[in-house]
């Protein structure tokens, strides 16, 4: 769709964005958030780094155990998002017993065991 053919009151997603990204205040905002993402994202990565390295096990160990190619377990490292069932198998890879995990609600503990999430993709 160009300017011309675009319904009146319509702006591209773009030029807004680059409408607002062009106050620098806004700006500097945005990129202390972009950087802040990509802190918990590196830090997230490392905590799996360090599980998998406290075990003595290397990518290409690990990936073995986990039946997947060294690059899967490279990207599960690095991505920021992952399924509980994903995460359990990972750890279980990795030698650990019974991982949880553990949020304190209303200055209560609640666990979460999940081995649960392991046997659930086969139901």
């Given at each position: 769709?160009?300017?011309?053919?675009?319904?009146?009151?319509?702006?591209?997603g773009n030029d807004y964005l680059n409408e607002v990204?062009?106050?620098?205040?806004?700006?500097?905002?945005?990129?202390k958030i972009r950087d802040e993402m990509r802190e918990m994202?590196?830090?997230?990565?490392?905590?799996l780094a360090m599980i998998r390295r406290a075990s003595d096990l290397t990518q290409v160990q690990l990936a073995a155990k986990l039946g997947v190619g060294q690059a899967v377990?490279?990207?599960?490292?690095?991505?920021h998002d992952m399924l509980l069932s994903t995460l359990a198998d990972y750890l279980?890879?990795?030698?650990?017993?019974?991982?949880r995990i553990v949020a304190v609600l209303n200055g209560m503990?609640?666990?979460?065991?999940?081995?649960?999430?392991r046997g659930a993709r086969s139901a």
């Open positions: 769709m160009t300017d011309e053919t675009a319904p009146a009151g319509f702006e591209r990204l062009a106050d620098p205040e806004i700006a500097a905002d945005v990129a994202d590196r830090l997230y990565a490392e905590n377990v490279s990207r599960l490292e690095r991505h279980h890879a990795t030698g650990a017993e019974q991982p503990e609640v666990e979460l065991n999940l081995d649960q999430f």
